[in-house]
C-alpha cells in the first residue's frame, strides 16, 4: 500500500461522480484533502486488496478480481494501481 498522492487525487476527482451523487471535491487539493480525512488506501495489486478486505471482514472470497475491481468503492489508476475511498 502507498500513501495519496497527486494520481491518486487526479483520479479521484476525474470519477468521483461513480461514488458520489454530488461532487466532494472541486481540485486536486480538496481531493487530497478528501482522500486523506476519509483514509483512502492505495494497492499495487487486486491480491493486496482482497487481502485487505478480508482482513477487515468482507466475504470477498467468491468474487472474481474484475468484480472487486468493479466495485464503487474502487478507482483503477492509470499507473495499474487501485485506490480504494470507503466513505
Do not use: H
Amino acid at each position: 500500500m502507498n500513501g495519496i498522492g497527486k494520481e491518486e487525487a487526479e483520479t479521484f476527482l476525474k470519477n468521483q461522480s461513480k461514488l458520489f451523487d454530488e461532487d466532494v471535491a472541486g481540485d486536486i487539493e480538496e481531493a487530497m484533502i478528501f482522500l486523506e480525512d476519509c483514509m483512502a488506501q492505495v494497492f499495487d495489486t487486486v491480491e493486496e486488496l482482497r487481502e485487505y478486505w478480508e482482513k477487515s471482514g468482507m466475504d470477498v472470497e467468491e468474487m472474481s478480481d474484475e468484480e472487486l475491481t468493479d466495485s464503487l468503492e474502487v478507482f483503477k489508476m492509470p499507473s495499474g494501481k487501485l485506490l480504494v475511498v470507503e466513505a
